[in-house]
């Protein structure tokens, strides 16, 4: 993918409005940006303010004015805009997606739940816990694992998806095949969430058009078996920023609309500790998408690799201090196995933002 021109990336942040400061996607606010160049160099700090757009003209001094201020301000008002609800969910506030495993071979759950009523019923506790969206999954895709049958995919997910969208709960899809994502959606999912950002399958692109629901494009280097091995960028969150306007811009040629997409860094496929990390420090860069953020760090193994060896059940305060790190960052939406601790997690550290006292 080719560089932007620039980058714009929200620094000195809080949760409330501050006077002076822009908003990012409703949910932080930004009090000065960060003006990266092509290959990510720090340029300058711009104080947030009346005319960001004409700051920005100011500090790029380009040779065509004109152009350089359309899109200095289609940069900014994506930063700002408020995003739409999707699946019915206003994005006002932070929203906790919980996750549904039905597979045996799940890292995070050890395959808890492969049976459909277990699902089922694990799936309806976690939306009284307070999960707004609860992700279906009938495939693997930690490090190492291998693909499973699109049969066997559907067999998994379609009475947990029914199941639950009949509860009247928020499903997503979580799969990367096309097929998947038709039944799916005819059995009540309101989301598709894809590891591949639509890539997977030749048919997906159009599937989810056709199905008009609100898509998770995911950034994956390689595939799950291998993605482990060796992960390399230029610079990773330039890298997968580009990697995303790629995938949007194919999106809305395919007939999705921006405002159905949501954005999602994949923190642990295909990258290395340096890399999640990062990504981690660098989220608030992903709003110039103008699409919502979704951030998946619940129990992952980065957390090990910092603290040292843990069980995933045991990777609970990490998994909390990563998402509150993103929350902080105006994260729209986490991905999360533990949603009652999460959301009283997010309850507090919202109430208690320094960022409001005098
Ligand atoms: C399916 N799956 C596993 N981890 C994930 C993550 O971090 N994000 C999304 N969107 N899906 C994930």
């Known amino acids: ?18 006077e002076g400061a822009s908003p990012l996607g409703a949910l932080a606010w930004a009090q000065a940006f960060e ?22 003209l100011t500090s790029l001094a380009p040779p065509d004015e004109a152009a350089a201020l359309a899109h200095c301000r289609v940069v900014v008002d994506r930063n700002s805009a408020p995003r739409p609800a999707i699946a019915g969910l206003s994005l006002d506030k932070p929203r906790i997606m919980g996750v549904v495993n039905v597979t045996p071979d799940s890292f995070s759950d050890g395959g808890d739940r492969f049976d459909a009523g277990r699902a089922i019923a694990d799936g309806l506790a976690m939306a009284e ?32 998806v029914k199941g639950l969208a009949d509860h009247g709960v928020a499903v997503s899809i979580d799969t990367r095949r096309a097929l998947v994502m038709a039944e799916a959606a005819a059995a009540g999912a309101a989301i598709i969430n894809d590891v591949t950002a639509l890539t997977g399958d ?7 058009a056709e199905s008009g629901l609100p898509v998770i494009l ?31 811009t194919a999106c809305e040629e395919a007939g999705i609309a921006r405002g159905k997409l949501v954005v999602d860094p994949g923190i642990g496929f295909g990258k290395t500790l340096a890399h999640n990390l990062r990504l981690l420090g660098d989220l608030a860069l992903f709003h110039a998408t103008g699409c919502a953020i979704l951030l998946g760090v619940s129990r992952k193994s980065f957390i090990t690799k910092i603290d040292g060896p843990s069980a995933p059940k045991e990777r609970l305060p990490g998994s909390l201090a990563a998402a509150l790190q993103g929350i ?7 991905r999360v196995h533990d949603v009652g601790e999460t959301r009283q997690a997010l309850n507090v550290w919202r109430n208690v933002d320094v960022s409001v006292l005098p």
């Open 35 to 56: 003006l990266w160049d092509e290959v990510g160099r720090r340029r300058g700090i711009l104080p947030a303010g009346e005319d960001m757009a004409r700051a920005l």
């Open 1 to 18: 993918m080719p560089r932007q021109p620039f980058y714009l990336i929200p620094r000195a942040l809080s949760a409330t409005e501050l």
């Open 328 to 334: 902080r960052q105006g994260v729209q939406l986490l």
């Open 129 to 160: 816990a307070g999960a707004d969206i609860l992700d279906v999954g009938g495939e693997s895709t930690r490090p190492g694992a291998d693909p499973v049958p699109v049969e066997e995919e559907l067999r998994r997910v379609l009475p947990v």
């Open 218 to 248: 995911m950034h994956m280097q390689g595939q799950p078996q291998t993605m482990q091995a060796d992960p390399r960028y230029d610079h990773v969150s330039l890298d997968v920023f580009d990697y995303f306007a790629g995938r949007i």
């Open 202 to 208: 030749a048919e997906s692109l159009s599937v989810a």
